[in-house]
Structure formats: structure tokens, C-alpha cells
């Protein structure tokens, strides 16, 4: 009795191209060389990581047009009121805060009554009336 031998033929043929292969077939490893896995991404796949990259963006926009107007002022009245000095001839803001607060640190003093009424600078003019912190009221 005679043993042949018979081999199978590949489905397709083999590519000449390297990298491409027929569908349906394993790739050819040789020894020591990598194996590169490729991404498939479907339709549907993409759809998906479209939204989950786009969904927080969305989100943070949303959150921010609406505490945007958060710092809105309200329709209410203040009931501070102020004591107000008139700058004599000669006088100071130096002069003034030593006057009104003679415990505290006059730097401080000139510093508060600039910011309360918004001056350029701590220059001020004979007649000129200013409105006095609480802190530093009599």
C-alpha cells in the first residue's frame, strides 16, 4: 500500500503585498517579528465614542450659561448708610485718617476710604465730601 501525502491548498492565495491578507485568514507570524493588531471601528462604534468625547463638553457648556448669571444683582435696597466728612482747606487724607481712627494704622485708613469712593488716587481737593468706612466711624 502506498502512503501519499497531500496537502491542503490555502482558500486564497497568498498576497505578494506585505501586511495584507485575504479575509478569512490568519496572518503569518515568523519568529520574533510583531504582531500588529488593527482598530475596526464600526458606525455604530463611532457614533458611541462620539457622544462619550462630546458629552462632558456639552455638560460644562450647559453649566456655564446657566450660573452665568449667578452674580446678578438684586432687585433689593441696601440700608448701609455712610458718614460722610467735607475736606478741609490743608487737610489730608493722612491728616483725616489720623483724626478718625487714631488706633489704626493710617495707611490702612487711606486705603479703605480710597476704595470706598473709587479715587484715582489718595489726592483730594478742599470741599471735596468723602464717605467714611464703618469700621473707622466715631
Known sequence: MSTATHTAAAPFPASRHVGIQPVGTEPVVHAGAPVRARLRITRRGRAVLSTVIALPLVLGTAAAVLNGGGAVATGTASTAEFSYV????????????ETLAPQADP??????????NALP?????????LAIPFEYLP
Open 86 to 97: 467735607e475736606v478741609e482747606e490743608g487737610q489730608s487724607l493722612w491728616a483725616l485718617a
Open 107 to 116: 495707611r490702612d485708613v487711606i486705603s479703605a476710604i480710597v476704595r470706598l
Open 121 to 129: 488716587s489718595a489726592d483730594v481737593q478742599p470741599g471735596e465730601r
